[in-house]
């Protein structure tokens, strides 16, 4: 270290300033940003590190998904298949926790009471958020109390009969209703869901008087049937194996094209009503998940739903793929709630929609 004296020579020796000269100095006059730029690095850093809150990339845990209806049926049987093939991708445990209840509606609120990171999500039929919200008041916005990430399945739905039952044809079940007001009995996936949706156009049509036993998912409702506590039922995918097997008969298909697994039934609109399914299964989260989490949860799902594993899952369970990215399944809500809730009024159903859907 050099010393250097400014030493006026009319100056006495104790008022002289002495200066020490540093090496560094040059290095901080010249670098000053840089200094700057490390002592904020340090200011943010450091106190994460002393309290251990530096975290991980998404994902470092399982990730959850709630499901709306019980164990075995056709949105658990798909969140499943779904689950399977993107936690490969995502690189961590994605499991399915059923919250049936309230024909889905029940673990769309549980949703909202989680912490919006990404670690919980939900499986849902689009049915649950744009017509069963429109029979009943539910503590959510369809539109905005939500984020949406795909649209990854449809359920091929029906009206089936137990094999013994005398109707051979949905215009044999009609008629039979008409004259028997109050008599005839069926069971759906639920008040408000496209199945019970499905009858109801019918019903309307016909001015019948049937009485409807809701049950929380098609394998209740397919027990009722076989075990002759109703006298027939609109299902999901669930009543394919049923007719194949010869347990049950299907009247009628609720979709816009004849099922590929029967081509030889008609869909109600061949039949002449105004009506096709209009549930698509998707995977939602909160509204306000990180933007940056909620792609990369898009994406892995979106390369899930290519994969030869999770097809195959599809075809086991009678499922048809469909694919639907957030921007594009958002549009799909909007669109059919307009759609829905014209239909809905126009048959007496509702007056209005008991939930506003934003």
């Not at 009485?211 to 394998?219: A, E, F, N, R």
Request: with cysteine.
């Amino acid at each position: 270290m050099d010393k250097i004296i400014d030493s006026h020579p009319e100056a006495p020796y104790t008022s002289r300033r002495v200066k020490y000269f540093h090496p560094g100095d040059m290095f901080v006059k010249n670098n000053h940003w840089l200094i700057a730029a490390i002592a904020a690095w340090m200011l943010v850093v450091i106190p994460l590190i002393s309290t251990g809150e530096v975290r991980a990339a998404y994902p470092d845990r399982s990730i959850i998904i709630l499901v709306g209806f019980v164990p075995g049926g056709s949105m658990d049987l798909s969140a499943r298949a779904l689950a399977k093939s993107a936690e490969k991708i995502l690189g961590q445990p994605v499991i399915i926790e059923n919250k049936p209840g309230g024909t889905g509606t029940v673990a769309l609120a549980a949703l909202l009471s989680q912490k919006p990171d990404g670690y919980t999500l939900c499986g849902t039929p689009s049915s649950v958020l744009i017509r069963v919200s429109q029979f009943q008041k539910v503590p959510f916005k369809p539109f905005t109390s939500f984020k949406p990430i795909i649209g990854f399945a449809e359920p091929q739905l029906g009206i089936v009969v137990k094999k013994d039952a005398p109707w051979k044809t949905l215009k044999d079940l009609v008629a039979d209703a008409a004259k028997h007001p109050g008599k005839i009995k069926y069971a759906t996936t639920g008040v408000g869901s496209t199945t019970q949706a499905a009858v109801d156009e019918i019903a309307a049509g016909h001015k019948l008087q049937m009485i409807h036993i809701p049950y929380k998912g098609s394998m209740e409702a397919l027990t009722a049937v076989l075990g002759g506590h109703v006298e027939f039922a609109s299902l999901t995918s669930e009543l394919i194996p049923s007719v194949k097997a010869g347990q049950t008969r299907l009247l009628a298909v609720i979709s816009e094209k004849r099922s590929p697994k029967f081509l030889d039934v008609p869909t109600l609109k061949e039949l002449g009503y105004n009506f096709a399914n209009d549930a698509v299964f998707a995977i939602v989260a909160p509204s306000d998940i990180d933007l940056a989490i909620a792609k990369k949860i898009e994406e892995a799902f979106a390369a899930a739903t290519k994969s030869r594993e999770y097809l195959d899952a599809l075809d086991k369970i009678n499922m048809l793929p469909v694919y639907y990215d957030g921007k594009a399944f958002d549009a799909f809500l909007r669109y059919h709630w307009k759609v829905i809730n014209k239909n809905l009024k126009s048959t007496g159903a509702i007056k209005e929609a008991a939930t506003l859907p934003e």
